[in-house]
């Protein structure tokens, strides 16, 4: 069955533009999160949903914010770009919520703010 | 709330001879370890989970881990590296009841030379 697809993989935006990251989950799975990955603070958590309800959320700003729509397809938007915000955005679906389901990851969408 | 350390950020390895990646974890609660490979621009793949019973863990790869509850460490071991092996290596815990939610460690980049 198909992976996770992540679109687009790469983009470039200019700094106080805003974003939209799309990831479409594994055929069946409910849940999804998405991850930020930089160089400096490595792999920090973004936020969690399932069936359309946010679960979880990290400690970003509330520049930062996503949803789920009813087939589980998520996005994520960033609005105001800051230089900072250049990274590369993962995200992970599983079938359920909790460490007994696997996450399986997407290749990522490899952000460039200029 | 929990923390993962990987005190390596790199390890050089020459091809067939052992390596060990170390990771050990702060948390107040019961938790779940993984660990993870990342090539470059992929995402990533789980190689081995520890949720309960057997402390010893094995995975794909040829890939193993131990977990030790008394000095709170997950350590990865592989007994004979391969050049495709080549790759950075994540530790991640979640809490229990925590969902999806996966704290990362720093990472370590493992570099087999021939």
């Known amino acids: 069955k198909a992976g996770v697809t992540q679109t687009p993989r790469y983009l470039i935006k200019t700094r106080g533009q805003q974003v939209t990251l799309s990831c479409s989950p594994i055929?069946?799975?409910?849940?999804v999160s998405w991850y930020q990955q930089t160089p400096g603070q490595g792999l920090q958590f973004l936020f969690e949903y399932f069936s359309e309800t946010q679960r979880n959320k990290g400690n970003f700003p509330g520049r930062f914010s996503g949803r789920q729509f009813s087939n589980s397809r998520s996005e994520m938007n960033v609005s105001t770009l800051e230089l900072g915000d250049s990274a590369l955005y993962l995200c992970?679906?599983?079938?359920?919520?909790?460490?007994?389901?696997?996450?399986?990851f997407g290749q990522g969408t490899r952000l460039t703010v200029v | 709330a929990q923390s993962v350390t990987q005190l390596d950020s790199q390890v050089p390895v020459f091809e067939e001879a052992p390596v060990e990646l170390r990771c050990n974890y702060s948390s107040s609660v019961s938790v779940y370890l993984f660990w993870y490979v990342q090539y470059p621009n992929q995402g990533l793949q789980l190689l081995l989970k520890?949720?309960?019973?057997?402390?010893l863990v094995k995975g794909i790869n040829g890939f193993e881990a131990e977990f030790n509850k008394s000095q709170t460490s997950f350590h990865l071991r592989k007994p004979s590296v391969h050049i495709s092996d080549t790759a950075e290596y994540f530790c991640?815990?979640?809490?229990?009841?925590?969902?999806?939610?996966?704290?990362f460690g720093t990472g370590t980049q493992l570099k087999v030379e021939l």
């Open positions: 991640a815990v979640s809490e229990a009841g925590g969902g999806n939610k996966l704290t």
């Open positions: 055929s069946g799975h409910r849940s």
């Open positions: 520890y949720l309960s019973g057997s402390t």
């Open positions: 992970a679906s599983s079938s359920g919520t909790g460490a007994l389901t696997e996450a399986f």
